[in-house]
């Protein structure tokens, strides 16, 4: 089926063929008479022998030789040697057969199933491998089976970790091995084992090691991805971490209850509006978590019992573990003023994905005041168009002592009990890779250098100044992801991605430039400001959107005119009330997951992207629904017809937007959206008063 | 840049499936049915499903089941997880799945997992992540996902996971792109995708791209059309087929067609197979490349059969 060139067929090799044919049919049906009929004879086992030497992939025949070998072993002539002798028999059958096809799924289990007997001698099986690896050092066949054999003889992980050091100085062009001796120093480290205590003293060999290959030839891949390895180790803290917080720490939270105020002596930064009676308290660790309860987490506040909390995960599907977790916590009607203290993980119970337990307690607080109702502008609120137009906008330019509670500048958000200290080693280490790296960018060209240079600077700067939040080689990283575009052109949408994450985290990354992109809407209808603060991070073309962790303050957010195709993330974005991704490259309905989990999203404007273009769905399965069986039990699975709405037709529309309370939608522009798919939204969004801008009755 | 061969192709398939008598056909007597799912899959994605006899095909197939529930790859042969699957398969795409005795099909999987959540083949025992995909593909598309742990199973694939991102056969095993489609549509099915590490892996597998623009299995490998469909349907999966470049990977799939005589070949210039055309059309499919129905990067299937079961009458 592989590697057969192409050639007419030529009457001579068709008659050829064909004769080969009759003859291995009659091999066949001979075969078959003898193994329907259980007949185990020495003839009819010699016939399954040839049967299988021309053609190793006739699995019947190996099920055959099975129940022939138990039929042997279970006679009651059967003694040690005629056991060997016929197991014998069997590896060599199996040798033989590989020698025709050494990939052949059914030879090789078969080999396993003779040695799994434990009459068979297995040194002999290492040198059999031996001689494979020779002729083909990548076959996965033989890797599998040297791991079956190495835990069949007890080899210590040690002796099979030199395996892979010979097998790698022979050629260092063989991921097989660097893949094995990825495990294999994994599990070693795991364990604590002896001479493996620490990564510490482990890894900076491994790099010597990792550079031998990549520096003799980086072009060929074999070490990119050990090398990436490598880095994650040195780089991350195994133990979960919170990273960041809504509210932030030592802020002070006005929660009003009305659409407009007068006054502005609260800062727009921290003001909510809430008409559901209750905030969410966001928390953001730095990798996936499951255990974040109400035993793990403690909200200490005058206003509510910690015990009543429901923490809930942000992610799609069933899933229990997530990086973001949030809760609502009520507040009372009247005026009102407390303080609350979040304490995280001082009782065990946090794990990550990793199964690592997070061990770094932290504790924050903020302050909340509640502002009863003064008027009552409900009546225009609802009529209200927000329409995200230029001449709307206006720069926020007061004075800022305040400090924007997203992250603090100059000191830690979070106050952790017990502060992971930089170890030195690491960034000793990220440093020396970073010099190998110029070194080899000087020499030559290569795209491997360019990467990883890139990936380690940004994992340099996070690391050394994750207190201070600097970035300081930020800008040499997107010169290497706009040279990487260039130099690696098949490759330019994943460097583009990189490169739109940089700079999200450079604009994020001081209060001066996350200002330049912060303005108040001023609306139509009424004079006075009452919206919170946009952020707009419109028209800088973005391909993807991040630094999640960095604006969990934001309820108003303008992501027009770039190239957004995903808005992974966007559910960590608690706050979120309107959102414009108008003029962006969205190809589908199910790319809006994220926004399910937006309870308080009411506008949201998606005009102009490509929903309905494209006869591929690539957020298909990554949004809840009865194809990934993430759908909750409310869902009646024999239901084909709900609200009107043929599932058949419109599942999508009906799954991302029946939990969404919106009250304004923009959907022009898209393929999609024709007037009989707006009649459909009308009946899924029972709550939307304006669609395309025109009222609806 | 070359156009898709569709009449040629279409004859073809079905030239194969009438042509018994070639030794490399009956040296693939064994897979038949796995012949017969990938022949007319890529028959309906070609909008030329009708010019087989259903029939003719149905009555066929369940000619190949045995009294354990589990299909044989042709007449004769022993009953396999392998074959089961494409049975299956094939009947939805005739919207046939009545004839089946579903609970049947059903004990003869779920009989096949193992303790820690695997899946074995057959009656033998070989362990392989291909048998957790099939299993689970198979049962989701008779609609009795939960007559299997499926905790157990996503336990056992994500056991498979590796550190460069990937998944290979059994823990420890290589990650090789056949696997990770295997194992990341088995997570696509059970809602499981956040085992994933979409980032690492998108970049490990779009790195699949060679210079020609073909897409290898595996790093430092040749390029080969059947990964057109293995790295493209799990990148589809997981939201990162941008990262690859596609003009770069139509021109190789089309450059893979005998135009003369009708079907793909894993390289261009080599003999042709079944096999090859399936994931040659397949691929262009996941493209979206124009005039050929969308398939389903999970089921395998196309996404008017997969609708249909799940959300059809």
Redesign the interface.
């Known amino acids: ?7 007419a067929p030529k009457p001579e090799d ?1 008659a050829a ?2 004769a ?2 009759k003859k ?2 009659s091999l ?1 049906s001979q075969f ?1 008479s003898f193994h ?1 009929n259980k007949i185990y004879t020495k003839e009819a086992v010699e016939l399954s022998a040839k049967l299988l030497e ?2 190793p ?4 025949a ?2 055959y030789r ?1 129940l022939a070998v138990e039929h042997h072993l279970s006679q009651p002539e059967s003694n040690p040697d005629s056991v060997k002798s016929i197991l014998d028999d069997e590896l060599r059958v199996v040798e033989s057969a590989l020698r025709q096809n050494f990939k052949s ?1 059914g030879a090789w ?1 078969h080999r396993k ?1 003779i040695l799994s007997k434990g009459h068979s001698l297995i040194d002999h099986e290492l040198r059999l491998l031996d001689k494979f690896q020779k002729a083909d050092s ?1 076959n ?1 066949h033989a ?2 089976y040297r ?1 079956f054999v190495a835990e069949l003889m007890n080899r210590s992980e040690q002796d099979e970790l030199k395996y892979t050091e010979h097998m790698i100085y022979t050629n260092f ?1 063989n ?2 091995a660097w ?2 001796r ?2 294999l120093l ?1 599990n070693l480290l795991e364990e604590k084992a002896e001479g493996f205590l620490s990564k510490e003293k482990v890894l900076p060999e491994e790099y010597e090691f990792i550079h031998q290959a990549i520096f003799t030839d980086p072009d ?3 070490g ?2 050990y090398h ?2 490598l880095l994650d180790q040195t780089v991350k803290d195994d133990s979960p971490l919170l990273v960041s917080s809504w509210p932030a720490h030592g802020s002070d939270l006005f929660l009003l209850e009305d659409r407009c105020h007068n006054g502005s002596a609260f800062s727009p930064f921290t003001t909510l509006h809430s008409d559901s009676g209750s905030f969410p308290v966001v928390l953001y660790f730095n990798q ?1 978590v499951e255990g974040v309860s109400s035993s793990t987490v403690t909200v200490e506040s005058g206003f509510n019992k910690n015990e009543d909390l429901v923490w809930k995960p942000l ?5 229990q ?2 990086q973001v977790w949030v809760a609502h916590l009520k507040f009372p009607t009247s005026e009102f003023h407390s303080s609350v203290e979040v304490s995280v993980g001082h009782s065990k119970g946090i794990i990550s ?1 990793k199964g690592s337990q997070h061990s770094y307690p932290s504790t924050f607080s903020f302050k909340v005041c509640v502002q009863p109702v003064e008027r009552d502008f409900s009546e225009a609120s609802v009529a209200e168009n927000i329409s995200w137009r230029e001449e709307d906008f206006k720069v926020y330019g007061r004075q800022t002592q305040e400090s924007i509670p997203i992250v603090s500048f100059d000191e830690l958000s979070i106050k952790n009990d017990h502060e992971p200290t930089a170890s030195s080693w690491r960034a000793e280490a990220i440093a020396k890779e970073i010099e190998c790296f110029r070194e080899l960018l000087s020499l030559m060209d290569c795209k491997i250098g360019k990467l990883t240079l890139a990936r380690l600077l940004m994992a340099y700067d996070v690391m050394a100044f994750s207190c201070a939040n600097k970035l300081v080689h930020s800008e040499e990283v997107l010169e290497l992801y706009n040279d990487l575009m260039k130099l690696d ?6 460097y583009k ?1 990189e490169h739109s994450l940089v700079f999200l985290q450079q604009v994020t990354s001081s209060r001066e430039s996350l200002l330049k992109h912060c303005f108040q809407y001023k609306d139509s209808v009424s004079s006075s400001i009452c919206n919170p603060i946009c952020l707009r991070l419109n028209n800088l073309s973005l391909s993807q959107m991040g630094a999640f962790e960095k604006l969990l303050w934001v309820q108003m957010l303008d992501l027009s005119q770039n190239e957004l ?2 808005i ?1 993330g966007l559910e960590a974005m608690q706050l979120l009330s309107c959102l414009s991704l108008r003029n962006n490259k969205l190809r589908s309905l199910t790319a809006l997951e994220p926004l399910r989990k937006l309870k308080s999203l009411r506008v949201l404007d998606i005009s102009y992207n490509e929903i309905g273009e ?3 769905d ?5 949004c ?1 629904s ?5 759908v909750g039990s409310e869902w009646n ?1 024999d239901e ?1 017809v709900i609200s009107g709405v043929a ?2 037709n419109y ?1 999508e529309a009906f799954f991302i937007f029946k939990e969404l309370s919106l009250k304004q939608l923009d959907i022009v522009g898209n393929a999609i959206a024709d007037e009989k798919f707006k009649s459909i939204l009308v009946k899924v969004l029972p709550k939307l008063k304006r669609l395309d801008g025109e009222l609806l009755d | 840049m070359g156009e898709l061969a569709v009449e040629k192709h279409v004859e073809y398939i079905l030239a194969v499936e009438k042509r018994k ?7 693939m ?3 038949r049915l796995n012949g017969a799912y990938w022949g007319l899959t890529t028959l309906d994605l070609l909008g030329k499903l009708d010019s087989v006899n259903a029939d003719e095909v149905i009555s066929w197939i369940m000619k190949c089941q045995h009294e354990s529930g589990g299909f ?2 042709n007449i ?3 009953p ?1 997880i392998l074959y089961t699957l494409s049975a299956v398969q094939v009947l939805a795409l005739f919207n046939k799945l009545d004839v089946l005795n579903i609970d049947k099909v059903a004990t003869y999987i779920t009989g096949l997992q193992n303790e820690d959540g695997s899946f074995s083949g ?1 009656m ?3 362990v ?1 992540t291909r048998f957790s995909y099939i299993a689970i593909c198979c049962l ?1 598309i008779l ?1 009795c ?1 939960d007559k299997i742990n ?1 905790e157990k199973a996503v336990n056992y694939i994500v056991s498979c996971k ?3 991102g990937g998944f ?3 823990p ?5 792109a056949g696997q990770i489609f295997c194992c990341v549509g088995a997570l ?8 994933v590490d979409k980032d ?1 892996l ?3 597998l ?2 699949r ?1 060679v210079k020609s ?1 073909g897409l290898n299995g ?4 040749l390029p ?1 059309v059947c990964y057109s469909w293995w790295v493209l349907s799990s990148l ?4 990162r ?5 596609k003009e ?1 990977l139509f021109r190789f799939i089309l450059d893979c067609q ?1 135009v003369e005589n009708g079907g793909i ?3 261009p ?5 079944i ?2 055309t399936y994931f040659g059309v397949a691929g262009l ?4 490349y124009p005039g050929l129905k ?1 398939i ?3 089921y395998a299937l196309p ?1 008017d059969v ?3 079961i ?4």
């Open positions: 089926m592989h590697g057969r060139p192409r050639k068709e063929s064909a080969k044919a291995l049919r066949q078959f329907h021309i053609n992939e006739s699995y019947t190996w099920n099975k799924y289990h199933w990548r996965f890797w599998n791991r062009s991921y097989s893949h094995n990825s495990v994994s060929d891949q074999s990119w991805f990436l390895w996936s992610s799609a599907s069933n899933s573990t997530a994905s052109t098949s490759h330019y949408q994943y991605d195709r995903s992974e494209h006869s591929i690539t957020t298909r399965y990554l809840s009865p194809l990934s069986h993430s699975k084909t599932l058949i599942w | 008598d070639s030794f490399e056909s009956v040296v007597d064994h897979l044989a790859g004769g042969h022993d396999h057959d033998w025992g070989e392989d989701s609609r996902l499926v590796n550190l460069d290979g056969c059994t420890g095993g290589e990650s090789h696509a099915i059970t809602g499981s995708l956040h085992h690492l998108g970049w490990w779009c790195e791209q623009g595996r790093p430092e490998k080969d589809i999966m997981i939201d087929v941008h990262w690859i470049d770069k005998d070949s894993d390289r210039d080599d003999a042709v197979d096999f090859h499919s996941l493209l979206e969308a389903d990067p999970a996404v997969v609708n249909r799940f959300f059809g009458r």
